[in-house]
């Protein structure tokens, strides 16, 4: 393999079209002794979302390349802009959330332009990818893996061992459909045949050891199933498949009181919580869509218009894992 057993740490820079700002992203790479497949993570994707940023960099310096079959590159912050802003779900140069500017645009703006810099020159070199997320500043939320089916039963499948084997009960599904517009990095990954999933651990802007660890034990298990390193998977629990819903956005100008918990069932037309005027007073009920389970809750009363309220989702099956 060329450039095995080697470790290295860089900056990727770019620069912004003419404007002579610049768009780093810290990147670290493990280049395996031996031939294996590529596995590529992102943590930071918000910037302020710092478990995932952690369980980045734990897995970079915990693996050792004489001990790896492959390589392994990992972009531990890619949102640079909004962690050193301190700044939730959005690059602050542009106002985007990066959940929405993949695979980029060279001639974009900011974001889209930090997108398509990242997607050609890291995420495309995977053959397999992880987005990590870590719970942004206003957001409470209960662990859980992502997974898109892509309709490509080989791409499928793998994705789904993706999902099974990161050691986080939920996994919520749903189907990517091949769109012209720009999306989410592992959705777009998955759509150009690198299996890839979405893992979120952590809350509230907060790094917590454990939230982090829990990052760092689903990716090594799936280099451990990739056979990228040996070991044995950490696998303790049950797993509930959801199918995804997404959010409820708030319509009222006003303040938020949520009223449900984390991993609460709740069931169609429930109240789950409402708005309330600056006054205190009762403006309106916010009820639940369907019957679901809620993974993310707003824990702010600060809130503006279309911002998430609460996320749910439908609970298609519980699959033992004795």
Known sequence: MENYNMKKREILKFKYKNSGQSIKFPVGTVHGKKDGPTLVVSGGMHGSEFCGIQGAIDLFNEIKPEELRGTLIVGTIYNVPAFLNHTGFVVPLDGKNPMSTFPGKLDGTYGEVMAYHFYNNVISK???FVELHGGDIPESLTPFVICSETGDQKVDQAINDMAMVYNIPLVITGSTAAEEKLGAAFKKAA???IPAILAESGQQGILKEEDAKIHLDGLKNIMIKL???DGEIIDTTNRTI???YGAIRNETPGMWYPFVKLNQRVVKDEVVGEIRDYFGDHLV?????IDGIVTVIRTSPSVGMSNVLVELHHVIKTISKN
């Open 126 to 128: 995977a053959d397999y």
């Open 191 to 193: 759509l150009s045949g």
């Open 227 to 229: 056979n990228m390193i």
């Open 242 to 244: 959801l199918k995804y």
């Open 285 to 289: 009920d916010i009820k639940a869509p």
